[in-house]
């Protein structure tokens, strides 16, 4: 008996239901209800293919179609992205993304989700070349003077962040009277990085990036981390480029659907 674990080749599938797909694709890209002859364009078929599609596919419950004519995900659906949501795990999810950074650009990559303590590394895949980098698992950052803290305070809501604020002395670079820089938060929030030259480790670089869930909320961030040497904190660099795509990537898989196709 042929089993989807046994065989590596390719597996036949149906044609048509690969066709139904191209439709459920164009849909989410389009990130809104549409009509039955924009949802065909975008999916690349005649609006009469598509619609025996459709029908079948508002039938068993994965479409519904409003009073005004508009294609959206119906209850199926809906149930669906309810199941894989419960399955999410950020730090699972985020592994073979960390790993992949790390290897296409020679770097560190720590991940930090928000802690008891405030933003906390969890994860560190650590770069082929020797660097003195002072993290470790369980290490807690300072929301003002690193960069994976001010990218988590720049995408927190503003009292969670003033609440945070009153430990940063206990954390990693932290000063019990620091503030965080508004003007620096909003940078941040505009160019979707922030970067830390030197600070707080002399000679260390890093470049670090949100991952959102879907509900928009901030659930990881992604740092990259090398030598002042051989580092390019150029905000429109290779280094910044890779890590924006992978953390786009993950924000897309983690629901966020602002996110689908940006990643490079």
Known sequence: MTTF????????GINALDATGDLLRAL?????????????????????KAFAHLVSLVKVGLLARDDAGLFHAGALSRELGLIALQRLSPIRDAESEIVALAASTSMTVAAAAL??????????????????????????MSLVNTA?????????????RASLMQQDGIRLAGAADAKPDAARL???RKDGLDTALGAPVPGIHTL???VFDHTGSVCLVIALIGSAGGFDSAADGPLARALL?????????????EANGKAD
């Open 28 to 48: 989410v890209a389009a990130g809104e209800p549409l009509t039955l002859r924009d949802l065909a364009a975008a999916a690349g078929m005649p609006p009469a």
């Open 186 to 188: 909003d940078g941040i």
């Open 208 to 210: 670090a990036a949100p």
């Open 245 to 257: 795509a992978a953390t786009r990537r993950l924000s897309w898989r983690f629901g966020l659907m």
């Open 5 to 12: 674990d046994e065989d590596a080749r390719p597996q036949r």
């Open 115 to 140: 802690g008891p303590l405030g933003p906390t590394v969890i994860r560190l895949e650590e770069s082929a070349r020797p660097q003195h980098v002072s993290l470790r698992i369980g290490t807690a």
């Open 148 to 160: 994976i803290g001010r990218v988590f305070a720049a995408h927190l809501p503003a009292d969670m």
